[in-house]
């Protein structure tokens, strides 16, 4: 992996890495690459790109907000982006990785094992599912997201997991008014509001990234999350 480019990137967004760090994200790179040739994990493989848009794009988080000592959910975690690199950037973190497709979750546990990775599991469910149990409802300092879904559905796949005060950090790019305008109503049922809002683009590109802060306030009803399949059919409004 092109180590000088990823750390001349790391600069232009003032984040310093260890040489173990970035060795955590090269063995990383290679494994993912690696299991994408059986398995669909990412459509990004050429390596200044995968640098560029899996893990600054995941570790900009880092410009806005300090991980360390936080319980953190990664929902819809994917190939493990961010809480992976969010992981390997904040060792001192307690990071639960929820997904899905189980095939992913087993990659992402043969990972953590690989990279030596401690206070980090990989977890196989719905968020409808898993919002609900009582282990990890309301739990979290932090959930982030990445996942690609509107910000009324993902904020209740999301709030749930965190507890009051905590933090809901969605991901997402281009023009985000509109749907922060349609999703207002539906965070403050679910005990949430706005918080701040923080965009910048990737370095070295022109692609933009925006961080939603949602701050929970009180605790989320037990009405939510709905059954599987209706927070994405029927968002709240």
């Known amino acids: 992996m092109n180590i000088e480019y990823f750390s001349r990137l790391n600069d232009l967004i003032h984040i310093s890495l260890t040489e173990n760090q970035y060795r955590q994200f090269e063995v990383y790179y290679d494994l993912l690459i690696e299991k994408n040739k059986v398995m669909n994990l990412t459509a990004i493989t050429e390596e ?3 640098i560029l848009k899996h893990f600054v794009d995941s570790i900009l988080l880092a410009k806005y907000y300090n991980l360390n000592n ?3 959910i990664d929902m819809g975690t994917g190939a493990g982006f961010p809480g ?3 992981k390997i950037v904040f060792p001192d973190t307690e990071i639960v990785l929820m997904d899905s497709l189980n095939k992913r979750v087993k990659f992402l546990s043969e990972v953590i094992n690989i990279l030596e990775l401690k206070n980090i599991e990989a977890v196989h469910s719905r968020a409808e599912d898993l919002g609900r149990d009582t282990r990890y409802r309301e739990k979290f300092d932090v959930c982030v997201s990445r996942a690609v879904a509107n910000l009324s559905t993902l904020s209740e796949y999301c709030i749930p997991f965190i507890k009051v005060n905590g933090i809901f950090i969605s991901y997402k790019s281009g023009n985000i008014k509109e749907e922060l305008d349609l999703s207002k109503n539906a965070i ?3 005990g949430a509001e706005i918080d701040k809002v923080e965009e910048l683009e990737l370095p ?3 692609i933009k990234r925006t961080f939603i802060f949602l701050k929970k306030n009180s605790s ?3 009405v939510y999350p709905r059954l599987a399949g209706k927070p994405a059919k029927e968002p709240i409004k």
């Open 48 to 50: 200044k790109d995968f």
């Open 204 to 206: 070295d590109s022109d």
């Open 70 to 72: 936080k319980k953190i």
């Open 220 to 222: 989320t009803s037990n």
């Open 84 to 86: 992976i690199p969010l």
């Open 188 to 190: 403050l049922k679910l």
